[in-house]
């Protein structure tokens, strides 16, 4: 993958950049952004380019026969870690990386943007969690004491390095003196799942959220939308590239229709209808769910900045307008941080397996009570 492949991120690839023209390449380097911010295909950018035959101040060239191995994850000196299972449950075979190769390589072509959950989803993982074992840390020291097959540098990737767990200690050693010419990047989301003792040996590449103004760029060169609904993905996707493609590829009901349906039928008090709408969203399952939540975030961040300077310099289009207005002319600012707060906690309920139909339940129940208490009227909703 070439830099240039990469959305954005132009200050981490200068640096990362200006380490190989001045040889100061770090052995263990941690690549540690949110999801959807292009950490893993930063990685394999920068695998691609310090081994690069041919490469330029800015990129590799892309024609080399070790670029064209590097583009294809088939480099015989890049090797590949990442989350898997056991094929077989009771068995006492290690599950390795090497088992789903196959499937990574055509996953991470496809997306090398993608989350834990849409990999686990990929190999059929069902209900099993996926984790980095023991034996695939000690496969990885293996490797990294093997010669080199034909470039300067053996690079180990391991992607979601924070479910190496307790696991990662084996690798403790490795990462402070790896054997030489041996480049180790750990790419990770959660820096608080990872071991102090690992972030001690790894030098930090911080990864930013993808800025507004590349996310938009993008969406209009590469995937050719029109420019209103470039800048409504660019405001819900946040930064989140998975999440922007997500959206483009959803021919489901948008969770702004959704979102407002709900607040209607709060509004207006209606019971039946509102059971109804619950039903409906239960079954629209988690992910859909989540989404639903940050939509709502994201709707209260738009509604304050249309209180405090003008609906004019919101995100907002004019089918949310009206909704919005409604809020605004009867909330405040502890209004506001109470909703927010309300959306957090579902979202994070959700994430970690809450009954969707409770959560709903209570939820609608917190804020039609609220609503009910501000004596609200049904004038600004039509």
């Not at 990770?188 to 001690?200: F, K, M, Q, V």
């Not at 420019?227 to 998975?242: D, F, I, L, T």
Request: hydrophobic share 40%; with cysteine; glycine share 4%.
């Amino acid at each position: 993958m070439n830099f240039s492949s990469v959305i954005g991120q132009q200050q981490v690839k200068e640096k990362l950049l200006l380490s190989v023209q001045q040889n100061r390449v770090s052995h263990a380097q941690l690549f540690l952004g949110p999801e959807g911010s292009g950490a893993l295909a930063l990685a394999l950018a920068f695998a691609q380019y310090i081994n690069c035959e041919n490469r330029t101040e800015t990129d590799s060239c892309g024609t080399c026969p070790s670029c064209i191995k590097s583009q294809k994850l088939i480099h015989p000196d890049i090797h590949f870690s990442f989350p898997v299972y056991k094929l077989k449950s009771g068995s006492e075979n290690p599950a390795l990386s090497s088992d789903f190769i196959k499937q990574w390589r055509e996953a991470v072509l496809a997306n090398p943007y993608q989350h834990i959950n849409d990999w686990l989803d990929f190999i059929n993982a069902e209900n099993k969690q996926g984790n980095v074992s023991a034996d695939e840390c000690r496969t990885i020291i293996h490797q990294l004491n093997l010669k080199t097959f034909e470039s300067r540098y053996k690079v180990q990737i391991i992607w979601m390095a924070e479910l190496l767990g307790k696991e990662g200690n084996i690798l403790l050693k490795i990462l402070e003196e790896p054997p030489a010419d041996t480049v180790i990047l750990l790419v990770a989301e959660n820096r608080d799942l990872l071991l102090t003792t690992i972030l001690s040996r790894c030098q930090i590449v911080l990864i930013p959220r993808v800025s507004d103004d590349d996310m938009l760029d993008t969406l209009l060169k590469i995937h050719q939308l029109e420019k209103e609904g470039a800048m409504k993905v660019v405001r819900q996707a946040e930064g989140n590239y998975r999440e922007a493609l997500r959206i483009i590829n959803s021919h489901e009901e948008d969770e702004a229709d959704l979102f407002k349906r709900w607040m209607r039928l709060l509004i207006e008090y209606n019971q039946p209808e509102l059971l109804k709408w619950i039903d409906e969203t239960v079954r629209l399952g988690r992910e859909k769910q989540k989404r639903l939540f940050r939509y709502a975030l994201e709707f209260v961040r738009e509604c304050v900045i249309g209180q405090h300077s003008g609906l004019q310099n919101s995100f907002l289009h004019d089918d949310e307008m009206k909704m919005a207005e409604w809020f605004i002319g009867r909330y405040a600012g502890e209004d506001w941080e109470e909703l927010r707060r309300w959306f957090e906690e579902a979202h994070y309920h959700i994430e970690r397996n809450a009954h969707p139909k409770i959560l709903f339940m209570n939820l609608s129940a917190r804020i039609g009570q609220r609503i009910n208490a501000k004596k609200v009227s049904l004038a600004g909703t039509r």
